[in-house]
């Protein structure tokens, strides 16, 4: 179901990882995305596949920009080095009740306490990608289950160009999606896209809702 290689990349790569995504500016590209955002009061955010936090720390500067402080802010990740730093962020930021947990994300079913849901948000930056392609869809799904009525995921993921495809997919062994592609997965895991367009240069955002279906 995955590159059986993924989890033991960032395990050991972990360091590269956070080094790359320091010169290249990750977070702060992350934190200019989500100034867009007018995040409610006591927001309950999701970060799936949280790394190190890269994601959760652009959110937090965010909400303390709009000097709102969230209900909770969950993080999982399969690779214990990333959750460890993690950790040490959420004990460092008590006001935004963070919390992290190692999971896979292809189980959240049966990894993910049951207490982890109706997220105002699930969002998820550079980890879908690591899925066999046929896997993100029932991901997808996974995910969206745990999201509040109104909630909304948001998904950061490779774009197939021909430089991803040398760097993400030969160097990092990441799949990159084209736009065709992207839509017909979000159909099949039960999402509404609401916006779909190029991320910096690496990527694709979708910002997406459950498509609940009319019962007549
Ligand atoms: C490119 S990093 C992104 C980390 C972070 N979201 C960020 O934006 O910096 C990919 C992360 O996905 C995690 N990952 C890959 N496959 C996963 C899986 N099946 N379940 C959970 N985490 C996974 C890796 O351990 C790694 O921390």
């Not at 936090?53 to 690779?79: M, R």
Request: overall charge neutral.
């Amino acid at each position: 179901m995955q590159k059986p290689d993924i989890h033991r990349l960032y395990t050991t790569r972990h360091h590269a990882y956070a080094t790359m995504i320091k010169l290249v500016g990750h977070e702060a590209m992350l934190t200019k995305y989500f100034q867009r955002i007018a995040f409610p009061d006591d927001v309950r955010v999701l970060d799936a596949g949280c790394g190190a936090g890269a994601l959760t720390k652009s959110v937090c500067t965010v909400l303390d920009e709009q000097k709102i402080q969230a209900e909770c802010i969950h993080g999982f990740d399969f690779s214990a080095p990333a959750v460890q730093d993690y950790a040490t962020f959420a004990a460092q930021h008590p006001e935004h009740h963070i919390a992290v947990t190692q999971c896979d994300a292809r189980v959240i079913d049966s990894g993910l306490s049951l207490h982890w849901k109706n997220y105002d948000y699930i969002l998820s930056s550079g980890m879908l990608e690591y899925l066999d392609k046929t896997a993100l869809a029932p991901t997808l799904k996974q995910l969206a289950s745990r999201l509040h009525v109104h909630g909304k995921i948001i998904v950061f993921i490779s774009r197939n160009t021909w430089l991803n495809k040398l760097f993400l997919e030969k160097i990092w062994q990441a799949n990159t999606y084209t736009e065709t592609e992207l839509r017909a997965v979000f159909q099949t895991a039960g999402l509404k896209i609401q916006q779909l367009r190029p991320f910096r240069t690496w990527g694709y955002v979708i910002e997406a809702t459950q498509s609940f279906k009319q019962i007549d």
